[in-house]
């Protein structure tokens, strides 16, 4: 039984209870024996409620049946709606919420949304919602936000998922010495030195207002539309954060890592003394992997294609970034340094950062709030827990003082 409805029979028969109190005999002591009892039982739900918080969880995606069914069966919109007490079937989505939160160690403050969902790539307009979607509403003409893309991943970042508790991954920071000797000669002392990469939960979310419309509907691409919205905002934000990330509760990222090398120059990147150039050897000197990528932003584009050789003839990018692949992103930051005004360029091994994701995307849904009641709307509150690291500082070369004329 769960504990809400223990409460409420314990409610009950504390109030009979209270009511024989005077008069006394049997009706008083059947009452107190009842609430005895209950007290128990509740005793003993919140035991194991606690118990199944505290217990680490097992990542879904470790259970390929439960991972197949949840990414066909979990509907995102009928969990919205389920919360904000609409009339939905979403019998589905509330069972996988004890999983859910076994997944990440915690109790969710409203809805677990399961991020496999997030991972569907197609979505088909057949089926039986397919009759349902109205005549006057157009959710695939949608207009998105213009927004930056996602890149950090898609450069080959490692991503660490179904995380519990604080991570700590441990490096050798220096290999031990060797040295020749001759013959009967002692061989040089010299230990290893290790130490660890520590990731910790750090928390990111922000409120919205959906119609009530909007997550009612049966619509396939209504669906999808709100699964985009919040796979692309939380991408967004851990891409800023992975880049630059280094406020009082925001990850360390790589631009705020100590430890990560530097090439500065005056005047542009691409002038005569080529910081490109710098970078990849600054790389090349400290044994990083071979699998490295320039990451600048679109004022470091515009420069690259105003380059001309002495004839007046464009100079390719291939020659710019002496054949390293190169992503221009507006995510990456465009008011670095003392003056604010210097653009990021970033070269390195991505697969060197790491992101873990502790938390499932939890949405608490209200729909009460004022100014969302006022209209019929709905106030949803997205939040997610993740955190950024870098394992070798030294895999990462940052250019400073690139100024965009």
């Not at 049966?218 to 796979?231: F, G, I, K, W, Y």
Request: net charge negative; proline share 4%.
């Amino acid at each position: 039984m769960k504990l809400s409805e223990l409460l409420e029979k314990r409610a009950a028969a504390f109030a009979r209870m209270k009511a024989a109190q005077g008069e006394g005999g049997e009706a008083f002591d059947n009452a107190e024996t009842e609430v005895r009892d209950l007290d128990g039982q509740i005793k003993r739900v919140r035991s194991i409620d606690d118990m199944e918080r505290r217990e680490a969880g097992t990542p879904l995606h470790g259970d390929r049946q439960l991972d197949t069914e949840i990414r066909s069966r979990f509907s995102l919109a009928r969990a919205v709606a389920g919360a904000a007490g609409l009339a939905v079937d979403w019998g589905f989505e509330r069972e996988v919420q004890q999983e859910l939160q076994q997944r990440s160690g915690r109790q969710a403050k409203g809805v677990l949304i399961p991020t496999e969902i997030f991972e569907r790539r197609v979505l088909t307009s057949t089926g039986d919602g397919a009759a349902i979607v109205p005549t006057d509403h157009r959710p695939e003409l949608y207009i998105s936000a213009l927004t930056a893309a996602s890149v950090v991943r898609g450069l080959g970042a490692t991503v660490l998922t179904g995380l519990t508790g604080n991570l700590d991954i441990p490096r050798e920071a220096a290999s031990p010495a060797i040295g020749w000797v001759a013959e009967n000669s002692p061989l040089p002392k010299g230990d290893p030195d290790f130490d660890s990469v520590t990731l910790s939960p750090k928390h990111a979310g922000a409120i919205s207002e959906w119609s009530r419309n909007m997550v009612m509907q049966s619509s396939p691409q209504v669906e999808q539309l709100l699964r985009n919205m919040l796979a692309r905002d939380l991408a967004l934000a851990i891409d800023r954060a992975a880049i630059k990330g280094g406020g009082a509760n925001e990850p360390d990222g790589i631009l705020s890592t100590d430890g990560i090398q530097t090439v500065a120059y005056d005047g542009t990147v691409f002038a005569l003394t080529n910081a490109t150039a710098e970078m990849v050897a600054a790389a090349d000197i400290a044994n990083v992997d071979a699998r490295r990528s320039f990451l600048a932003t679109n004022g470091v584009k515009k420069m690259a294609l105003k380059m001309r050789d002495g004839n007046g003839l464009p100079i390719p990018a291939s020659a710019l970034f002496h054949n390293e692949p190169v992503t221009f992103n507006n995510q990456v930051p465009s008011n670095l340094g003392t003056g604010t005004d210097e653009h990021g360029l970033i070269y390195g091994d991505w697969s060197e950062l790491l992101i873990g994701i502790w938390s499932e995307l939890d949405i608490l849904v209200n729909p009460y709030e004022a100014s969302a009641y006022a209209k019929g709307n709905i106030s949803i509150r997205a939040m997610a827990t993740v955190d950024c690291a870098v394992r070798h500082p030294a895999a990462f070369v940052s250019a400073t003082g690139v100024e965009v004329a």
